[in-house]
Nanobody
């Protein structure tokens, strides 16, 4: 089964940048066929979807609050997806996760910008991003 491990979080100042990685473990040969969703959970808030990238990387989507600041990409040869985060704001402070759609229908919905958290698999422990001066 595909499992994903997030890394790259840390402390950044407002206006700063971080680049998160999402690396496949387990059934890594399947990574190339999955879209990847990026999610975050801020203190006191529910987990939310913020970005997605198609299996080939040719289709990306973003939540309005991060569009223009965050960029999703992937390198299937490295079995890794990335989330470049620029112009960070205090409200970006959260634990960040990546996950993959668990079915073909979920993958189709993902590419159409319709993400249901319960349809995702491979959740890792997340990586903490703290934006503070």
């Amino acid at each position: 089964q595909l499992m994903l491990v997030e890394s790259g979080g840390g402390l950044a100042q407002p206006g700063g940048s971080l680049k998160l990685s999402c690396t496949a473990t387990g059934s890594t040969e399947d990574f190339d066929y999955y879209a990847i969703g990026w999610f975050r959970k801020a203190p006191g808030k529910e987990r939310e979807a913020i970005s997605s990238i198609s299996d080939t990387g040719g289709n990306t989507r973003y939540k309005n609050s991060v569009r223009g600041r965050f960029t999703a990409s992937r390198d299937n040869s490295r079995k890794t997806a990335y989330l470049q985060m620029n112009d960070l704001k205090s409200e970006d402070t959260a634990i960040y996760y990546c996950a993959a759609p668990s079915s073909i229908s979920a993958q189709v919905r993902c590419l159409a910008g319709q993400i249901l958290l319960t349809e995702y698999m491979g959740w890792g422990q997340g990586t903490q991003v703290t934006v503070s001066s």
